[in-house]
T-cell receptor
Framework: KAGVTQTPRYLIKTRGQQVTLSCSPI?????VSWYQQTPGQGLQFLFE???????NKGNFPGRFSGRQFSNSRSEMNVSTLELGDSALYLC?????????????FGPGTRLTVL | QKEVEQNSGPLSVPEGAIASLNCTYS??????FFWYRQYSGKSPELIMF????GDKEDGRFTAQLNKASQYVSLLIRDSQPSDSATYLC???????????FGKGITLSVRP
């Protein structure tokens, strides 16, 4: 099976712009989660989508939003970019092993805000 | 606020030694526990998960869970330089709940 794919892999934006990141989950996986990773804060949960519905949400401002399509592909959007949004954005899709939802990560999108 | 703590890092061990990585969590309702490995510049990759008290072995890796003490650990036997990476502990409250990560511990295996 192909793994989780994310596009683009690298992005450079300026403050105030907006950005859209894309994630294609492993075939058959219906849940997609997004994380922000920075050296200081580690991996922080943004949100999770399951069957096109947001199922869980982290503690991020409303500038961060997402959606999921009927084919389980997901996008996240960050509006009005700030310097502090520079980070590695990771997408993970999950399957349900017996009793356990196991998340598998994509390669990430490295966002730099200038 | 659910917390996952990974302290006592970075860790350096000689090649062939046992590396012991520890993690504590605050939510007694936590049900599933994961260990991920992340090489520099790469994304996390799943090593193993555990949800029952006791030990779970997979090759050179053993995960240990003690729910009474809210403690989960990862042992790496016969450590190799290729094991040098950051190890992330993650905890979930069960199906449909989010995964909470610790900040990771960096392991260096000296040849």
């Amino acid at each position: 099976k192909a793994g989780v794919t994310q596009t683009p892999r690298y992005l450079i934006k300026t403050r105030g712009q907006q950005v859209t990141l894309s994630c294609s989950p492993i075939s058959g996986h219906r849940s997609v989660s997004w994380y922000q990773q920075t050296p200081g804060q580690g991996l922080q949960f943004l949100f999770e989508y399951f069957s096109e519905t947001q199922r869980n949400k982290g503690n991020f401002p409303g500038r961060f939003s997402g959606r999921q399509f009927s084919n389980s592909r997901s996008e996240m959007n960050v509006s009005t970019l700030e310097l502090g949004d520079s980070a590695l954005y990771l997408c993970a899709s999950s399957s349900t092993e017996p009793f356990v939802d196991t998340q598998y990560f994509g390669p990430g999108t490295r966002l730099t805000v200038l | 606020q659910k917390e996952v703590e990974q302290n006592s890092g970075p860790l350096s061990v000689p090649e062939g030694a046992i590396a012991s990585l520890n993690c504590t969590y605050s939510d007694r309702g936590s049900q599933s526990f994961f260990w991920y490995r992340q090489y520099s510049g790469k994304s996390p990759e799943l090593i193993m998960f555990i949800y029952s008290n006791g030990d779970k072995e997979d090759g050179r890796f053993t995960a240990q869970l003690n729910k009474a003490s809210q403690y989960v650990s990862l042992l790496i036997r016969d450590s190799q330089p290729s094991d040098s990476a950051t190890y992330l502990c993650a905890v979930t409250g069960g199906a449909n709940s989010k995964l909470t990560f610790g900040k990771g511990i960096t392991l260096s295996v000296r040849p």
